[in-house]
């Protein structure tokens, strides 16, 4: 690895190739990634691309006539100062909030790296290119707002805004909606059965700490196995599953917390008091994610949560 001081001009500008080739095929692949489901910002960044491509010719001509037509291959991994970047097909599917920070970091990264460049050039017309390069990746983030603006008008923004969120609602809330139901309402019987059995609030926390955490672990594996998300859109199923599980094993273990009481009587009320919370929660995420009514909502999981803890209730008072 060398340090970018014992760089030589022909180096440096060898290096700028590479840096502009590199920017040129990772907003590339942002504008692929993006296209299916948000076609608008993937054409901000094809426009991102296209100014890269100039850039790269720009330097390119400037090179053969100074150095002839043999470009040496030096990458940013070769010089000390560049930050490592994860590679774009690492972190798909793609996001448009991750996608305009790494953009924004890229950006201000090849102008610093222009403005030394420029600094240490000694002949004329490359200080002038490398200035000029400087000041057009210093006016990058004004000149892809234009483009947004231009691609991104009227019914196009709410579109991408709509899919973004019926994206989140798919890979986030419906595995976590999933998980925080099967753990808040399958844990009721067993949690309260052996409450009321042993009247013994340890034992009771316990058998819920186990129920929860085998059930997060259940349902976890058996979202993440359920689909690749290729077709359905679902996003990454390792995420889905680890969403999955967690919220499955903290819906369980809300109303098993109280347990921890040692009075038997106020660890009972404390957890019958989580668990109206909780089904009250799901009630809300259930209609403001999956537009279901607010009565319907409160009856479905009402009905479902208070069939399950007069079950735990008979079972444990038998």
Known sequence: MRDFQGLSEREILALAISL?????RIYADFAEGLRENFPASAAVFTGMQDEESSHRRRLME???EKFGEHIPLIRRQDVRGFVNRKPVWLVKPLGLDTVRHQAAAMEVETRRFYERAAARAEDARVRQLLDDLALEERTHADRAEELGEEKLRGDARREEDEASRRLFVLQIVQPGLAGLMDGSVSTLAPVFAAAL?????RDAFVVGLAASLGAGISMGFAEALSDD???TGRG???VRGLVCGLM???GGIGHTLPFLIPAFGAAMTAAIVIVVLELAAITWVRHR????PPLSAALQVGLG?????????LIGSS
Do not use: K, Q
């Open 20 to 24: 502009e080739e590199e920017d040129e």
């Open 62 to 64: 400037l090179y053969r």
């Open 197 to 201: 059995a042993t009247h013994n609030p």
């Open 229 to 231: 998300g290729s077709l």
């Open 236 to 238: 990454h199923p390792w």
């Open 248 to 250: 499955t094993a903290l």
């Open 289 to 292: 994610y999956m537009e279901t």
């Open 305 to 313: 949560g208070a069939l399950v803890f007069v079950t735990g209730v």
